[in-house]
């Protein structure tokens, strides 16, 4: 029987990968979309609320400078920013399964 992954033990994996921690809120609109893109993205369903569902992207600065963690709520509790930060961007997004 295999085991879901949490976002925290994904979370760790990626900052052993080199990418730093979530970046606060108020510093994603200081981003510029084209210069980054999306290297992955990994779904999380709570499995009591809906409310608990979320979403980490793990992206790089194209010219290789910095890698960091976005984390938003999926649904009607996402943050718009982010939203409009990630459909800025033209990803090429890898879809994880976290059920495995």
Do not use: C
Not at 5 to 22: C, F, H, P
Not at 48 to 61: C, E, H, M, R
Not at 72 to 97: C, L, Q, R, V
């Amino acid at each position: 029987m295999s085991t879901r992954k949490t976002l925290s033990q994904v979370m760790n994996e990626l900052n052993e990968e080199g990418y730093d921690t979530n970046i606060p809120m108020d510093k994603i609109k200081l981003l510029n979309p084209s210069e980054w893109e999306i290297d992955d993205f990994h779904r999380f369903e709570g499995q009591t609320n809906p409310g608990d569902n979320s979403i980490l992207y793990a992206i790089s600065k194209k010219d290789g400078s910095s890698k960091i963690m976005l984390i938003n709520a999926y649904g009607t509790e996402s943050n718009s920013d982010i939203n409009d930060f990630i459909e800025e961007m033209d990803p090429t997004k890898k879809k994880h399964d976290d059920r495995e």
